[in-house]
């Protein structure tokens, strides 16, 4: 890891236009993931967290979304001044993008293979045979089983767990410097979420890639990542290495959410406490006030 | 009956779906296999598996929303598999179930208020105004204003609407309740809300809960007992200090090692 930086965003804010009016659902939000580190973005909904990941990429999508302001610094460029044309080059090749919901974001009526295919052609300009040979390198590499007979399957015949190898072997086909993970394991059994966390855990050892994972559990954070922002409603509150923010919170937000998790692995003062008194920690509606005034 | 009797018990369940295998050919599908444990009174008892073990179907059948193959379920020592539909209705007031969405489990088109207060005019249990009453004192005491009760559920966040399932579960007043997964879909902040509000719930109303979930920390800040299952069978059960601390099957300690803690292990490089 260097102190160079795979990806700074300065001061972007985003604004949503509804008909309830203006929500600044990202306010000069400062994010910076150091190349070959694994930024954890916390956050609970509403938070801004997946609309700053997604305004990395551009792909904001509605009308109503506006970045009102800041930088999106990529290798030394303006994101937010690239066309929509050279968005299309960087998008692949340089930032992949995994997201929650693997079946989504595959295409049912076609196998595995075509979807792979199809990403390494158009971003590598090969022939139909070496992107064959490319595609199941990227399945071995998500260590997926059986990867050649996988190919010929349909993203419905593949469990929950296999789905998100799929969209993981597609997001790194093309070796990408930054891969964005939105809840990348959210939606899968916690068995799953494990392998899938060790997955990125290999590929940022072994390709260096950097990454910019987008998380609600802290236990997640404390497994793979490095670094930790933690923001809420649309402000960044607390950032720094994962050693000091899990273990010397600084904002009372942060605090207060790692109190609020459920642990399995009690101390002595806890244990010994009767389970049906046993509380979590909730934020009270005056702390809320305090929180939102900080 | 002794009041140290287990207020729910469930022995050798087994549930067998008929399937489709490869070639179209009918097939059996065991999805519980011989499943027995025990639920005591004023307890809640935990149910652990990854998706396919057969948890959520186990749960089902203790509610009598699934048929159970063979095997029984006892409820205050009254044998509940094979009840007719009559019988079954009169037992549904004292069990009941909160779905880990509750949102998709209300009418879109029906205020929340008037859905929770159905049971009460379904089975007589009150008249209209008192039924309102009683839904809006259940409101308050789940966190939820009076206003709320005219509202449909699109108008809540997902938090709100797992107290409005909450408020649903208990305006029968029932001895005992199945959680299936009930804060899978929340927010850290609001699970913990959550969890609190179900605990105080428990003491107060003296309710004995089945907690299906693949948390082991669930578990462990929830349960008194528990029982893992793996692709349908019960492969270990016990008091949950012992059963997380000295898991003695493959499955458990795969679950236990797959809890990710939110502090930094000393492993970790």
Known sequence: MTDAMALEVKDLSVDFHTDGGVVHAVRAANISVREGAILGLVGESGSGKSVTSLAVLRLLGTTRAKITGGQILFRGENLLDKTEKEMCAIRGPHIGMVSQNALSALDPSFTIGAQLVEVIRLHQGVDKATARIKALEALDLVALPDSKRRLKAYPHELSGGQRQRVVIAIALSCRPELLLADEPTTALDATVQKQILDLLLDINAELGTSILLVTHDFGVVAHVCTDVTVMRRGDVLESGPVEQVLTRPQHPYTQGLMRAVPHLHLDEATRSVPRADRRLFEFRTEDKETLDVA | ?269
């Open chain 2, 1 to 269: 009956m002794s009041p140290s009797a287990p207020l729910m018990s469930v022995t050798n369940l087994r549930k067998v779906f008929g399937v489709r295998d490869e070639n179209g050919k009918r097939a059996d599908f065991v999805a519980v296999d011989d499943v027995g444990f025990e639920v005591n009174r004023g307890e809640t008892f935990g149910l652990i598996g990854e998706s396919g073990s057969g948890k959520t179907t186990t749960g089902r059948m203790v509610l009598g929303l699934e048929k159970a193959t063979s095997g029984s379920v006892t409820y205050e020592g009254n044998e509940l598999v094979g009840l007719s539909d009559l019988d079954m209705r009169r037992y549904r007031k004292h069990v009941q179930i909160v779905f880990q969405d509750s949102g998709s489990a209300f009418n879109p088109r029906r205020s929340v208020g008037a859905q929770i207060a159905y049971p009460l005019t379904l089975f007589r249990m009150a008249s209209r105004t008192e039924a309102r009453a009683k839904v809006l004192d259940l409101l308050d005491r789940v966190g939820l204003q009076p206003s709320h009760y005219d509202r449909y559920v699109h108008e809540f966040s997902g938090g709100q609407r797992q107290r409005l399932g909450i408020a649903r579960a208990l305006v029968t007043d029932p001895d005992f309740i199945v959680l299936d997964e009930p804060t899978a879909a929340l927010d850290v902040s609001v699970q913990a809300q959550i969890l609190n509000l179900l605990k105080d719930l428990q003491r107060e109303r003296k309710l004995t809960m089945l907690l299906i979930t693949h948390n082991l920390a669930l578990v462990e800040h929830m349960c008194e007992h528990a029982g893992v299952l793996d692709h349908g069978k019960l492969v270990e059960s016990g008091p949950v200090d012992d059963l997380l601390t000295n898991p003695v099957s493959d499955i458990t300690r795969k679950l236990v090692d797959a809890v990710l803690e939110p502090e930094l292990s000393a492993t970790r490089g």
